[in-house]
């Protein structure tokens, strides 16, 4: 796999919700992207499990609670896992009974979208300068600035907003939803930032970034969005969902952010 990429509910309902959609009874967590059937990995007692661990503790029929971007979407069921041949022998899917179109299924016992992130402006000239200062420090010298996507979110329960934020631009990107050049041209990029505050000082921290200065033929540049931002091992602080796609393949991965420091925590997808 190529890679480097509303509804309300009262406590009542939720601690309901909860309830029905409690874990397995291995108490594992097991945490499945509703768009391709990934199985990303999964908690107990809030410490990460992996892909493969975690699919030892699948029955089928384990119930997930879905969620979109911005809120709970649904509930379903999900299958046994299975993998795949070469080139994803590595992967586990699990099929989710429904998908209602959303993000990542979860069977959890605790508020998963404790903070739901709130969309801004995409054509604030704050964020288009910190976009291109990143773009100029990687030898783009007149960059042409598209952000894909603006939030804001309080992803540690602080009562502070961080700000999330993707910004894209490929000549060879087509309309169709799944379509990628397998060629980058001199100034076409793909990458995800992070603003937040670190002792005391608002940083931009790089998520992911693929820049690129000249043309460069069959380099298969990748399309990096945010998917969503959830609290997936329920310690109250939200993970950050990214997707990702080239032109033969798309992954989906999970991002870890305590202070300036990023750990990817989850990696899945398929492609050659």
Same mark, same amino acid.
């Given at each position: 796999?190529?890679?480097?990429?509303?509804?309300? /509910?009262?406590?009542?309902?939720?601690?309901?919700?909860?309830?029905?959609?409690?874990?397995?009874?291995?108490?594992?967590?097991?945490?499945? %992207?509703?768009?391709?059937?990934?199985?990303?990995?999964?908690?107990?007692?809030? &410490?990460?499990?992996?892909?493969?661990? !975690?699919?030892?503790?699948?029955?089928?029929?384990?119930?997930?609670? =879905?969620?979109?971007?911005?809120?709970?979407?649904?509930?379903?069921?999900?299958?046994? !896992?299975?993998?795949?041949?070469?080139? @994803?022998?590595?992967?586990?899917?699990?099929?989710?009974?429904?998908?209602?179109?959303?993000?990542?299924?979860?069977?959890?016992?605790?508020? =998963?979208?404790?903070?739901?992130?709130?969309?801004?402006?995409?054509?604030?000239? /704050?964020?288009?300068?910190?976009?291109?200062?990143?773009?100029?420090?990687? &030898?783009? &010298?007149?960059?042409?600035?598209?952000?894909?996507?603006?939030?804001?979110?309080?992803?540690?329960?602080?009562?502070? %907003?961080?700000?999330?934020?993707?910004?894209?631009?490929?000549?060879?990107?087509?309309?169709?939803?799944?379509?990628?050049?397998?060629?980058?041209?001199?100034?076409?990029?793909?990458?995800?930032?992070?603003?937040?505050?670190?002792?005391?000082?608002?940083?931009?921290? !790089?998520?992911?970034?693929?820049?690129?200065?000249?043309?460069?033929? /069959?380099?298969?540049?990748?399309?990096?969005?945010?998917?969503? =931002?959830?609290?997936?091992?329920?310690?109250?602080?939200? *993970?950050?969902?990214?997707?990702?796609?080239?032109?033969?393949?798309?992954?989906?991965?999970?991002? *870890?952010?305590?202070?300036?420091?990023? &750990?990817?925590? /989850?990696?899945?997808? @398929?492609?050659?």
């Amino acid at each position: 796999m190529k890679r480097f990429q509303l509804a309300v /509910f009262s406590v009542a309902s939720v601690l309901a919700i909860s309830a029905v959609f409690a874990a397995t009874s291995t108490d594992v967590h097991p945490i499945v %992207d509703a768009q391709s059937g990934y199985l990303l990995g999964g908690s107990k007692n809030g &410490k990460w499990i992996s892909a493969g661990e !975690t699919a030892k503790s699948l029955q089928g029929g384990e119930k997930y609670s =879905v969620y979109a971007a911005d809120a709970r979407a649904g509930q379903t069921t999900g299958s046994r !896992t299975r993998t795949n041949e070469a080139p @994803c022998e590595d992967t586990h899917w699990v099929n989710l009974k429904k998908n209602f179109n959303g993000v990542l299924g979860v069977s959890a016992s605790w508020n =998963v979208m404790p903070r739901a992130p709130r969309p801004q402006n995409l054509n604030q000239k /704050f964020y288009r300068d910190e976009v291109g200062k990143v773009l100029k420090a990687n &030898k783009i &010298k007149n960059p042409q600035v598209v952000i894909s996507q603006l939030w804001r979110v309080d992803l540690d329960g602080d009562k502070v %907003d961080e700000v999330l934020l993707s910004a894209t631009n490929y000549a060879g990107e087509k309309a169709a939803p799944k379509n990628v050049s397998p060629n980058a041209k001199a100034g076409e990029y793909s990458l995800v930032l992070l603003r937040r505050m670190v002792k005391g000082k608002v940083q931009t921290i !790089t998520l992911v970034r693929e820049i690129y200065a000249q043309n460069k033929q /069959f380099s298969a540049p990748n399309i990096h969005r945010i998917a969503g =931002v959830y609290d997936l091992n329920g310690d109250g602080k939200m *993970e950050i969902v990214l997707r990702g796609r080239y032109y033969e393949g798309d992954w989906v991965s999970i991002l *870890e952010a305590k202070g300036d420091l990023v &750990k990817e925590v /989850f990696l899945a997808g @398929c492609g050659a």
